[in-house]
């Protein structure tokens, strides 16, 4: 009969083996992990603030190229106010098709604005008493409400009045003298020019002014808009309307004017705003640049680089690269774009 052997278990060193093994795989899964997840993080990071400027150039692109555009009035000399100089709001911020404000936003950004009308117009006069006369007859009255603020032009002469009276039956808009409820009124009831002597006639459009800029929100930062109030169904005629959020953790928003000095359709040279209205005006084309972060923290290794705004030479000038404090560990990306404003090209 055989003797069985006794059953002998692992050493002390085998154990110890094994158990360095096991940790040396932990680690190696445990690194394999954390390095997918720093990835998946910057992936998103990065496909986050592509999106984000990728909708906010082409918002500003398109707003922009619309700008200043004021139906087939083309000379805005031509364009006459009888608003009341002496409300509260700036009626000559209402006529203009572009002002740049520099510094005056959430982290020293850039303010934009953009003025014109909005679209082609279905509303035509159909009849005027006289020029002195108070009342506009059109084609359709519906859409208007008193305390409107609304343009009238022939293509050659235009007038910028609030309706006072909306006479549905007759399809009259009126246009009394006097102050405005709520709005901003008319200093007269006369317009600049007779609108039945246009044979091509005369058509009525709502004017607007369109503001975009950056505001801090609750420890975000967000490109906003607002405007001119224009209806009077809305309280504030006149005034700017609350601002509206357009798209988060965009950081910083700058911009210079392309300024045509000779009138030959050429950007000459490109200026930060200095505030004036004739610098404004002599401009055919805007350049802007966009600072986006990304909405999470905890994605780089550290503070990141990155030159702002687009337009410096920052290869040549290692000087000019912001540096980001080395706690903020957010993923940055710069967008820079050129619009032209085709309304101020080839004569409108």
Same mark, same amino acid.
Request: hydrophobic share 40%; charged share 20%; glycine share 10%.
């Given at each position: 009969m055989k003797c069985v052997s006794a059953q002998r278990g692992l050493s002390?060193?085998?154990?110890?083996?094994?158990?360095?093994?096991?940790?040396?795989?932990?680690?190696?899964?445990?690194?394999?992990?954390?390095?997918?997840?720093?990835?998946?993080?910057?992936?998103?990071?990065?496909?986050?603030?592509?999106?984000?400027?990728?909708?906010?150039?082409?918002?500003?692109?398109?707003?922009?190229?619309?700008?200043?555009?004021?139906?087939?009035?083309?000379?805005?000399?031509?364009?006459?106010?009888?608003?009341?100089?002496?409300?509260?709001?700036?009626?000559?911020?209402?006529?203009?098709?572009?002002?740049?404000?520099?510094?005056?936003?959430?982290?020293?950004?850039?303010?934009l604005a953009l003025g014109g009308v909005n679209?082609?117009?279905?509303?035509?006069?159909?009849?005027?008493?006289?020029?002195?006369?108070? $009342?506009?007859? *059109?084609? +359709?009255?519906?859409?208007?409400?008193?305390?409107?603020? =609304?343009? %009238?032009? @022939?293509?050659? $002469?235009?007038? *910028?009045? +609030?309706?006072?009276?909306v006479k549905d039956a007759?399809? =009259?808009? %009126?246009? @009394?003298?006097?102050?405005?409820?709520?709005?901003?009124?008319?200093?007269?009831q006369k317009l600049s020019t007779n609108y039945n002597d246009d044979p091509n006639g005369a058509r009525v459009f709502r004017p607007r002014s369109q503001r975009f800029y950056l505001q801090d929100n609750g420890g975000r930062r967000e490109l906003v808009t607002d405007g001119v109030n224009v209806f009077g169904n809305l309280s504030g005629t006149g005034t700017y309307s609350s601002a509206v959020a357009l798209l988060e953790d965009v950081q910083d928003f700058q911009v210079q004017l392309g300024v045509d000095s000779n009138g030959d359709d050429r950007v000459d040279s490109w200026e930060d705003s200095d505030g004036t209205a004739a610098q404004a005006d002599s401009a055919?084309?805007?350049?802007?640049?966009?600072?986006?972060?990304?909405?999470?923290?905890?994605?780089?290794?550290?503070?990141?680089?990155?030159?702002?705004?687009?337009?410096l030479d920052c290869e040549s000038d290692l000087t000019l690269l912001t540096q980001v404090a080395a706690t903020d560990t957010f993923f940055y990306r710069v967008y820079t774009t050129t619009t032209s404003l085709r309304n101020r090209i080839g004569g409108g």
């Open positions: 002390l060193v085998e154990v110890m083996v094994a158990l360095a093994l096991a940790m040396i795989l932990t680690l190696g899964l445990t690194q394999i992990f954390v390095a997918n997840s720093q990835s998946f993080r910057m992936a998103e990071a990065s496909s986050r603030v592509q999106e984000t400027g990728r909708l906010a150039t082409g918002f500003l692109a398109r707003e922009i190229r619309n700008a200043d555009y004021w139906g087939c009035l083309r000379d805005l000399t031509n364009l006459n106010s009888t608003l009341n100089d002496d409300s509260a709001f700036n009626v000559d911020a209402l006529m203009r098709g572009l002002d740049v404000e520099d510094g005056v936003g959430a982290g020293g950004s850039d303010r679209g082609n117009s279905d509303i035509e006069v159909t009849f005027q008493p006289s020029q002195q006369a108070a $009342n506009l007859r *059109v084609n +359709e009255s519906e859409s208007f409400n008193d305390g409107d603020i =609304v343009i %009238v032009t @022939n293509c050659k $002469n235009g007038d *910028v009045f +609030e309706i006072t009276d007759n399809e =009259v808009v %009126v246009h @009394n003298a006097g102050s405005s409820t709520g709005g901003v009124g008319n200093s007269t055919i084309a805007i350049r802007y640049s966009l600072l986006i972060r990304s909405p999470d923290d905890n994605v780089t290794d550290g503070g990141v680089s990155y030159c702002y705004p687009g337009w």
